[in-house]
């Protein structure tokens, strides 16, 4: 929630209320060091980087260091960038109408030098929220100078200012943030040319447009992101502009599945909608998060272009989609996804995999045994060989089972019933939750489980499967 904006709106009752001035550098340091000492995270909802990356940043925060990202794609680089903004104070008071937040008692722009000059202490003041305190750019090859640093206003010149005036500059999107945090993503991409501009803003802490005379002392903490330059085939830092930087920091991807399924859960759209209620269960949430754990691992699938853990969170969301249109098909109010719902895991799955394979039309196979491989880890670390011993022993006796989209939570659920034995592994997996939709679901994991662990055949077909015993 946004407070109101303290009172002062000359410079004179701004110094009467004592307010100081500080480099912006100096402001994030003061509420980060307020920040570590309570023992609060530095940002909310960014997870698995508390004892890696957040170390690292905080020591480039606390050395007042300019701060490039260095990861793979989706690896939470932006969002720690956009939430710098938190460490500023709320609000600032600039010279009024000042386009480069000018500091009241220093002023650097034409405008509010000759305003303050003229006014003194009655020189009018407005203040300006944190969020309004970033910049950001994504680099792409076509970013000019002008959109960065500057360039003469045509505009200003045609209503009568002459060329030499000061007056008819437009600033970039540097000097806008003055006194505030801006943002280069995708760094490489930006033009070398481009990225020696940006030498004086990182080093000398200034900017100069054109052929003017001028130059404006900028106040600014300039944060970028890119990929690792060992696969980025698009551009490269140039290596003064990387020499100006004072930290570099890599992130990665989530180093255990727990934490996985935690941005899983944090970052995905609930599937329930109207009257229907529509669930995941924590088993099926860890086999999404194995999959891309073990994406991660593959040797078909190309490490050099990273696997998001957005991947992670599209999955689940469709997982659930997938559950909420089946029960929508079936009338049911309660739906539980079921193994049978990880097939649609192959849309939300083809654009964010890069696959590696010598053999055309072969990335629906590798992807569904992929699948296969994240079923069969966790119902391992799930299922113990004694709770389904009986359970095997029923389908040699003659047991058929049939699971689908098509077959009503309800009458999965039936099994439990046929086959006693299976009630131990059920519970273990409902964590006692005797609905029909939760008991189907955990039914047909332990079937799954039991045919990827070679104890039970399987038919599919478009209408389902059939599980029957091997024998």
Known sequence: ??????????????????????????????????????????????????????????????????????????????????????????????VAGSEINDDPYHPVSRHARDLVAQHGDDTPITWVHRDDRFGEKLATPDTSIA????????????????????????YGLVPRTNRGIFAINEIPDLAERIQVGLLNVLEERDVQIRGYKIRLPLDVMLVASANPEDY???????????????????????LDTEVEVAIMRQEARPASVGGITVAVPDYLERVVAMFSQMARASNQVNQRSGVSVRLSVSNLEVLGANALRRGLRAGESTVVARVCDLDALAASSGGKIEIESLEEGRDGIILENLVKGAVLTVYKERVTPDQVRDVIGAFEEGIIAHTGED?????????????????????????????????????????????????????????????????
């Open 1 to 94: 929630m946004t407070s109101a904006h303290p009172t002062p709106a000359t410079l004179g009752q701004l110094k009467s209320s004592g307010w100081q001035s500080v480099p912006v550098k100096e402001e994030i340091r003061r509420n980060a060091v307020a920040k570590i000492a309570a023992g609060e995270p530095l940002f909310e909802g960014v997870m698995g980087y508390e004892q890696t990356v957040m170390p690292q940043l905080e020591n480039a925060l606390l050395a007042g260091h300019d701060v490039i990202f260095l990861g793979e794609r989706g690896q939470a680089k932006t969002r720690m960038i956009r939430s710098l903004t938190g460490l500023l104070d709320e609000w600032m008071p600039i």
């Open 232 to 254: 980025t085939n698009r551009g490269r830092i140039i290596t003064p502009l990387k020499d100006r930087f004072g930290s570099q920091i890599r992130t990665h991807y989530p």
């Open 407 to 471: 077959v009503a939570s309800a009458d999965e659920a039936q099994l439990v019933e046929q086959i006693p034995a299976m009630r131990t592994a059920v519970q273990s997996l409902t964590g006692g939750d005797e609905s029909p939709a939760a008991v189907a679901a955990a039914v047909e994991f332990v079937l799954e489980g039991l045919h990827l662990s070679k104890r039970l055949n399987k038919d599919s077909s478009a209408a389902g499967a059939t599980y029957r015993s091997r024998s």
């Open 147 to 170: 959109d960065l640093i500057g360039e003469v206003d045509p505009i200003k010149v045609a209503e009568g200012r002459y060329l030499s005036d000061e007056l008819t500059l437009h």
